[in-house]
């Protein structure tokens, strides 16, 4: 039975590539003394449907990539480049001769090729699996781009025996990045670090299993990524199908993070518009947990960059967080580490006192091999008193009676949700913001001043030079002041006048709130780019409250589902906070329309929500409960990716709290029953209004309905659990063909609101829990009958 197993699930690998094998591939060819030149991104030679790209694609003001990209869905994502480590000038051209393929930059001078074998090209092809080809007279391949993959495989691809994917430097720098992906001659496919700057293996942090077995890695064409042997079987799964590759665009990608990837996308123009989706094979990504797999015990800084920390995020990517008294080196790149705000002690002859030091504790967090002194016995004071009296100490690490000492740089940081009870204790100084050596300056100064300063004229002049000095200071720092960051968050600070300018005397109005209104704005040293300005015009206790709440509560997060706060304006009566702008607006004006938007879209914009709650509630440094999600609150990216925005309500518990007493808050219809109660709340109040808006998300109408014909339409999750109860869940989807094509899934997603909204906060799911049934990896059970839903 297991060998009649084992020939099924090779068929189902292998016969797709059968087939393609026998099945001609449709290209369209480019001809000898082709060009194209690197002006901008609108000149490429396209595969004959059109969904791949082979041109030119500029990186910011840097240069351009001579790359392959997807080419008919809006994030036009590059899968493979020539000249990654070497950007092409403006005016450089790639031209296709018989003697190959050139790259020359605007003088002439040869910056890469292909080809040139001695053998005669007779054309090129870029073909619909994303493979670009010089082709000779006799119909042979003579280079292909599959050969040298970048970071990318596509369908069809293969990473042979001593070939690797070499991971991008971060997000937006196409450049070789930290991390490499490489099937080895023994058999083993193997994540490594790389020792940068040498392009050598550093530390190794996931592998296949696959010793002596392993001949290469395949993604075939069914949208199966797997180890083959030499014999063709398969003999590692790495991830499976969850959709087709007719119907989607399919890539496995290792990110600039460190994680290897598969993504699918939908092919159809109709649903296009929605974002790269993640398939994991068994729910278990690659490597399951970055930041505990990657300890580099010689050199390197583990899963972040040095004096950084790693917590493991949504979908299981890295998230890089500074510790206390830290702030990130490049906050455009936070895997580059953080530097220290000022030094944590000097060695010639800092008192050693409380009063000048205090210590962070973070609980379950780690920096191995960092240490260079430790001690057994010791309790958790002794531990202090030992790094507060050594000039070298900037944190310990104390678990169970013993005692480290760390020293800058701090490397392999990770968060560990799951360890041994230890905590990381960080030294922090009080007054980090004037060192120690500016003090003694400025008390040099003052004496002197007193010595050389002996009359009443003297000193009145000296009185006026210092106050025309502490005003030229002041201008100067209120110039700068748009640079500055603030402490621990990486946030900018603004001035009123330097907003006023950005919005136009906030001219440009995009939303109004209970405190204030939102506004556009253009950050001129900010390369133009669009942002919203929140000016907060109530701004008696609860404005003033709300400024505070938003500020620490999002100023500590950092989460692709989360609205990002860039800075704010303190100034006198001036209460202004700045976000990204986010270009297709909110949740609400998206759905609340007459035509209802795809549904495949819908989901994930219902799966991004959830995350960004999850990260909130579970992942967060502090445990935040919204208090006010609905789809007014949650906004809309580019890639329409669901963003969490308005955090003035939020409540930041503390880290041995699981509840708050506070007053009722949040919008008619999404809150919760037990604010009526007058008992402590938890984060379940959040769980609550994300079940109503997942049933308005899913069903694409509001709430409540005071006009509804029907009265037993007016309040929606009462409809929508009567649909669910009498098997008519098809009625909720009327008029939404993609919807009903799919019931499966909209009956998931309806049961899963129906726990949300459970009169019973013990009773909902966590937002972990919502998310794993979202997703399909545990099974929904039948909710029961919420009860008491709504209160209006």
Same mark, same amino acid.
């Given at each position: ?10 068929? @189902? ?33 396209? !595969? ?105 495989? @596509? ?22 990045? =930290?991390?490499?992906?490489? $099937? ?5 496919? *193997?994540?490594?670090?790389? #020792? ?21 890695? =395949? ?29 989607? /665009? ?30 994991? /094979? ?14 580099? *015990?010689?050199?390197? !800084? ?34 580059k580490g953080c530097r220290q705000l000022a030094e944590a002690q000097n060695c010639s002859g800092d008192s050693h006192d409380a009063d000048n030091f205090y210590f962070d504790a973070m609980e379950n967090v780690d920096f191995p091999y960092s240490d260079y002194e430790d001690f057994y016995p010791m309790d958790e004071d002794q531990c202090r008193k030992a790094c507060l009296g050594d000039c070298f100490c900037v944190a310990v690490i104390f678990r169970r009676s013993s005692c480290w000492k760390l020293q800058n740089p701090l490397r392999n940081g990770r968060a560990d949700s799951e360890g041994d009870g230890g905590k990381a204790l960080i030294k922090v100084r009080k007054d980090y913001s004037t060192t120690k050596s500016e003090k003694k300056h400025i008390s040099a100064v003052v004496l002197v001043g007193i010595s050389v300063i002996s009359s009443s004229v003297l000193l009145l002049l000296l009185a006026t030079f210092l106050v025309l000095f502490h005003f030229k200071r002041s201008a100067r720092v209120a110039q700068a002041q748009h640079t500055q960051s603030m402490p621990g968050m990486n946030l900018q600070t603004f001035r009123y006048e330097e907003l006023e300018k950005a919005t136009d005397g906030f001219r440009e109005q995009l939303g109004r709130g209970a405190f204030g209104t939102v506004f556009q704005g253009v950050l001129s040293f900010d390369k133009g780019n669009l942002v919203a300005v929140k000016k907060l015009e109530i701004m008696m206790k609860e404005g003033e409250q709300e400024f505070e709440a938003e500020v620490s509560a999002i100023g500590h997060t950092h989460h692709k589902n989360l609205v990002r706060l860039i800075g704010f304006c303190n100034?006198?009566?001036? +209460?202004?906070?700045? /976000? ?15 035509? =209802? ?15 960004? @709650?999850? /990260? ?26 669901? +963003? ?8 930041? @518990? ?93 009956? #998931?997603?309806? $049961? ?20 794993? $049934? ?19």
């Amino acid at each position: 039975m297991a060998l009649a197993t084992s020939y099924i699930l090779y068929f @189902l690998l292998c016969f797709p590539m059968i087939l393609l094998l026998t099945t001609a591939q449709a290209q369209t060819n480019i001809s000898l003394g082709s060009s194209l030149i690197a002006i901008n991104n609108n000149m490429s030679w396209k !595969s004959p449907l059109g969904d791949f790209a082979f041109g030119f694609q500029q990186i910011g003001k840097d240069g351009f990539l001579l790359a392959i990209w997807f080419s008919n869905i809006p994030q036009q994502t590059i899968i493979w480049s020539a000249n990654r480590d070497n950007l092409a000038p403006m005016g450089s051209k790639v031209e296709l001769t018989e003697f190959g393929l050139f790259l020359k930059g605007p003088a002439g001078d040869v910056m890469w090729s292909r080809g040139n074998t001695g053998t005669s090209v007779a054309y090129a092809a870029m073909l619909d699996t994303g493979n670009f080809v010089l082709v000779d007279t006799n119909l042979v391949n003579l280079w292909e781009s599959f050969s040298e993959p970048t970071d990318t495989l @596509l369908p069809t691809q293969t990473l042979p025996q001593g070939r690797k994917l070499v991971a991008r430097y971060s997000e937006m720098n196409y450049s070789t990045g =930290r991390f490499f992906l490489t $099937m080895q001659t023994d058999g083993n496919l *193997v994540l490594y670090t790389r #020792k940068v700057p040498l392009d050598a293996a550093n530390t190794g942090y996931w592998n296949s299993k696959t010793l002596h077995d392993g001949h290469l890695l =395949r993604f075939n064409q069914s949208g199966f990524i797997y180890v083959e042997a030499e014999n063709g079987t398969a003999v590692e799964i790495l991830s499976s199908n969850a959709s087709s590759t007719t119907d989607f /665009y399919h890539r496995a990608t290792l990110e600039f993070d460190g994680i290897f990837v598969h993504y699918f996308h939908p092919k159809s123009s109709s649903t296009s518009s929605g974002g790269w989706s993640m398939i994991w /094979y068994s729910s278990t990504p690659i490597p399951p947990n970055i930041c505990t797999s990657l300890t580099e *015990v010689g050199t390197g !800084s583990g899963a972040c960059g040095f004096n950084s920390y790693c917590r493991l995020g949504p979908e299981q990517r890295p998230n890089c967080l500074c510790p206390s008294g830290y702030s990130f080196i490049d906050s455009n790149n936070e895997m580059k580490g953080c530097r220290q705000l000022a030094e944590a002690q000097n060695c010639s002859g800092d008192s050693h006192d409380a009063d000048n030091f205090y210590f962070d504790a973070m609980e379950n967090v780690d920096f191995p091999y960092s240490d260079y002194e430790d001690f057994y016995p010791m309790d958790e004071d002794q531990c202090r008193k030992a790094c507060l009296g050594d000039c070298f100490c900037v944190a310990v690490i104390f678990r169970r009676s013993s005692c480290w000492k760390l020293q800058n740089p701090l490397r392999n940081g990770r968060a560990d949700s799951e360890g041994d009870g230890g905590k990381a204790l960080i030294k922090v100084r009080k007054d980090y913001s004037t060192t120690k050596s500016e003090k003694k300056h400025i008390s040099a100064v003052v004496l002197v001043g007193i010595s050389v300063i002996s009359s009443s004229v003297l000193l009145l002049l000296l009185a006026t030079f210092l106050v025309l000095f502490h005003f030229k200071r002041s201008a100067r720092v209120a110039q700068a002041q748009h640079t500055q960051s603030m402490p621990g968050m990486n946030l900018q600070t603004f001035r009123y006048e330097e907003l006023e300018k950005a919005t136009d005397g906030f001219r440009e109005q995009l939303g109004r709130g209970a405190f204030g209104t939102v506004f556009q704005g253009v950050l001129s040293f900010d390369k133009g780019n669009l942002v919203a300005v929140k000016k907060l015009e109530i701004m008696m206790k609860e404005g003033e409250q709300e400024f505070e709440a938003e500020v620490s509560a999002i100023g500590h997060t950092h989460h692709k589902n989360l609205v990002r706060l860039i800075g704010f304006c303190n100034e006198a009566q001036h +209460r202004l906070l700045v /976000y990204e702008y986010m270009t297709k607006g909110s949740l609400a004006s998206f759905i609340f329309r007459p035509s =209802r938007p795809n549904w495949h879209q819908r989901t994930q914009i219902a799966l991004g929500i959830a995350r960004g @709650l999850f /990260y909130l509630h579970e992942e967060c440094s502090t445990q935040i409960i919204h208090c006010d999600i609905k789809p007014q609150n949650i906004l809309l990216d580019e890639n329409f990716t669901a +963003r969490i925005s308005d955090f003035g309500l939020a409540k930041i @518990l503390k880290m041995d709290q699981t509840r708050t007493a506070t007053g009722i808050r949040g919008t008619k219809g999404y809150v919760a029953p037990e604010w009526f109660k007058n008992v402590p709340i938890t984060v379940k109040v959040d769980v609550y209004s994300y079940g109503i808006l997942l049933l308005e998300l899913i069903c694409c109408r509001k709430s409540f309905e005071a006009d509804a014909k029907d009265e037993s339409k007016m309040v929606l999750a009462d409809w929508a659990y009567d649909c669910y109860k009498d098997g008519k869940l098809y009625i909720l989807m009327e008029n939404d063909g993609e919807a009903m094509s799919d019931m499966k899934m909209v009956e #998931k997603y309806v $049961m899963v609101s129906i726990w949300c909204i459970q009169e019973d906060p013990s009773i909902r799911p966590t937002m972990k829990k919502v998310i794993q $049934m979202l997703e399909g990896s545990i099974e929904v059970p039948i909710p029961p009958n919420p009860s008491s839903i709504l209160s209006f």
